[in-house]
C-alpha cells in the first residue's frame, strides 16, 4: 500500500473519531490535558487494535475468498464509507446527562464505537494480502493526532463540521474501495 492511501485511508478512520471529539471538546465544561490524552490515547489504541483484529480474522478465511478478495474488500469499505455517510445525516440524540465522556465506560463505548470500522479495514487488507502492522501503527498516530485536534476544535469552534468530516471520511473509504476494485480487475 503506497503512502498516499495508507495515510488517506487512516484519515478517513479517524474521521468518527475526530467527530466524536468535537462533540465530547463541547460537553466538557473545561477541556484539560488529561482529557485530551485520555481520549486521544484510547481513540488511537482502539484504532490501531482493531485493524490487527480484523486482519488476523481475515488470515484464516483467505484461503476460501481469494477469488473474490477484492470485491470483498470493495464490498466492505464501501459498506463502512456508506455507513458513515448515513450516520452523518441522522440526528444526534440528546444528552441527559453531562458526563465526562473521557473516562469510564463512556470512554470504552466511544473508543470501541469510533474503531470497528477499522476492524473491517483490517479484514480487507488481509484479503488483499497487505501486511497490517505499520498501517495500523498510522492509523493508531493518525487517530490520536485528530481526536485532540478534534477536541480542541470542538471546545472552540463547534458542532458545525462534524456531520461534514465524517460525510468526507465515508466518501475517502468509498473512493479506497473503488480503488482497490479497479487495480484488481484490471491489473493495474
Do not use: N
Amino acid at each position: 500500500m503506497d503512502m498516499i492511501t495508507l495515510f488517506g485511508l487512516a484519515l478517513a478512520l479517524a474521521m468518527d473519531a475526530f467527530a466524536v471529539a468535537l462533540g465530547c471538546g463541547l460537553t466538557l465544561e473545561r477541556l484539560t490535558g488529561r482529557h485530551l490524552f485520555r481520549l486521544g490515547w484510547h481513540f488511537g489504541l482502539f484504532q490501531a487494535m482493531m485493524p490487527i483484529i480484523g486482519w488476523l480474522a481475515g488470515l484464516t478465511v483467505q484461503k476460501w475468498i481469494e477469488t473474490y478478495d477484492h470485491w470483498v474488500a470493495f464490498g466492505l469499505l464501501v459498506c463502512v464509507g456508506g455507513k458513515m455517510i448515513h450516520e452523518a445525516f441522522q440526528d444526534e440524540e440528546t444528552r441527559e446527562s453531562r458526563d465526562d465522556p473521557t473516562r469510564g465506560m463512556s470512554l470504552i463505548m466511544l473508543s470501541v464505537a469510533t474503531s470497528i470500522d477499522a476492524l473491517a479495514v483490517g479484514l480487507s487488507l488481509a484479503i488483499v494480502g497487505i501486511s497490517v502492522w505499520f498501517p495500523a501503527l498510522i492509523i493508531g498516530i493518525i487517530a490520536g493526532v485528530m481526536t485532540v485536534i478534534g477536541m480542541l476544535l470542538g471546545r472552540r469552534a463547534g458542532a458545525r463540521w462534524g456531520q461534514r468530516v465524517e460525510i468526507a471520511g465515508g466518501l475517502i473509504l468509498i473512493g479506497i474501495g473503488l480503488k482497490i476494485l479497479w487495480e484488481h480487475t484490471l491489473g493495474m
